[in-house]
C-alpha cells in the first residue's frame, strides 16, 4: 500500500492532536509526528522563530522518513502560514500518494482553557499571538471542535480516507 500523509493544523488547544491521535489508532500502519514533541526535546523552549524553524524541519524529516517506510503518516503541528503547510506538503509529495490537509479550528477562550489544562502549557501570549494571525488553509477538511467531538472527527477523516482508497 502507498502511504498517505495527514497534516494536522490548528492553534494550540483546537484539539488536534487529540483528534489525530484517535485517527492514528484507527490506521492499520500509521506513525504520528507531532511538533509538540520534537519541542519537548528542548531543554529550554522559548518559541522563537528559528527554534520554530528547527522544531518543523525535524518533524516534516521524521515525516519523510515514515512516508519512505510506507507508514501513513499524520503530520501534527499549528503551521499557522499558507507557506509552511505548502512547504511541508510540497517536500513529502514525492513519498504520498494522497495527502490531506486536515484545519483543527475552535474559540480563542477555548484553546486557552484547553492550553491551561496542559502539563507543558504555551504561552499565551504565543497563542494569542498565533489566533490573531492565523491564515486558514486553502482546500482543507475543517473540523470545528465546538460541535464535534474528537471521535466523531477522527471517524471523519478516517471516511474520507477510506473513499480514497475505493
Known sequence: ?????LLFCGVPGSGKTTIAT????KLSRAV????DQVRAMLAHPRYTGAESRFVYGSAIATAGQALRFR???ILDGTFPKEEFRREALSS???????QLVVYVTCDLATALRRNAARKEAVPEET?????????????AVTLDTETLE???AAAQVLS????QTL
Open 127 to 139: 497563542i494569542v499571538r498565533i489566533y490573531q494571525n492565523f491564515d486558514a488553509p486553502r482546500n
Open 92 to 98: 513529502l509529495a514525492r513519498f504520498s500518494v494522497f
Open 1 to 5: 500500500m502507498q502511504p498517505r500523509l
Open 150 to 152: 474528537a471521535a466523531d
Open 32 to 35: 504520528l509526528v507531532q511538533t
Open 71 to 73: 507508514y501513513d503518516t
Open 160 to 163: 474520507i480516507l477510506e473513499q
Open 22 to 25: 484517535a485517527l492514528s489508532l
